[in-house]
């Protein structure tokens, strides 16, 4: 009888006991968890996976950050950050080799944006990256003030082209391109990106696939330095 009572004590000190057990390890997972969401928070942002191929680019290839604008050539503040805020970032991030400057379309203003950003794709399609950056300039340059009226027509973008150095071969080259539309996969690319990050405005930046979330370029210089560091 001994015996019998021993092994029911024994079985009551054993189930007395799971309770306590059970919180413990309900603890030491809540514990694992917590554990993992501040190394998740601690983990670097991922940025967003461009395809750089075939995009007008300035800056050294081996540069280790890549920042991309996406601007509407009929945007008065895209006009502002090429005159303004652009020259700074090239003079002490593009020349300087930390960095290199993607420009990506985001047409959405004007009639006037569509027609400029496919022609754009196309100088830079048929002509190549360097008459494309001087063409991307007298755009903006001469950029209406009235943001309403279409003024981006043929003639004026042929305009443009001259500014930028072009031919008349070149500029008959490029118009006959624009006409039949084949850089429309180009453009058609950049609309992707935008559709998939989401997109409102612009210029919008991306440093190495981050948006840009600040507004001077001091928080764009500490951006570049961090991404440089990665």
Aim: with cysteine; charged share 25%; hydrophobic share 35%.
């Amino acid at each position: 009888m001994a015996k019998t009572k021993n092994q029911k004590q024994k079985k009551s000190q054993s189930t007395g006991n799971k309770p306590s057990k059970f919180i413990y390890w309900i603890i030491g997972i809540v514990v694992v968890c917590i554990a993992g969401l501040v190394i998740l928070a601690n983990l670097p942002e991922k940025g967003f996976d461009f395809d750089y191929e075939n995009q007008p680019v300035l800056g050294e290839e081996s540069a280790s950050v890549s920042i991309v604008e996406f601007g509407d050539y009929r945007c008065p503040v895209c006009k502002n950050f090429n005159e303004s805020f652009f020259p700074v970032v090239k003079e002490n991030l593009i020349d300087t080799g930390k960095a290199k400057f993607y420009y990506m379309n985001y047409p959405f203003i004007h009639a006037d944006s569509t027609t400029s950003a496919l022609f754009a794709e196309t100088v830079y399609s048929e002509l190549g990256n360097d008459i494309f950056w001087k063409f991307h300039d007298s755009i903006f340059a001469n950029q209406p003030d009235n943001e309403t009226e279409e003024t981006y027509t043929e003639e004026f973008l042929k305009e443009r082209l001259k500014d930028a150095g072009a031919t008349d071969e070149d500029i008959t080259r490029v118009t006959e391109a624009f006409q039949t539309q084949t850089a429309k996969d180009s453009l058609q690319k950049d609309l992707d990106y935008v559709n998939q990050l989401n997109i409102t405005g612009t210029p919008t930046i991306y440093v190495n696939g981050v948006k840009f979330e600040g507004s001077s370029y001091n928080e764009l210089l500490d951006m570049v330095n961090e991404a440089a560091e990665k």
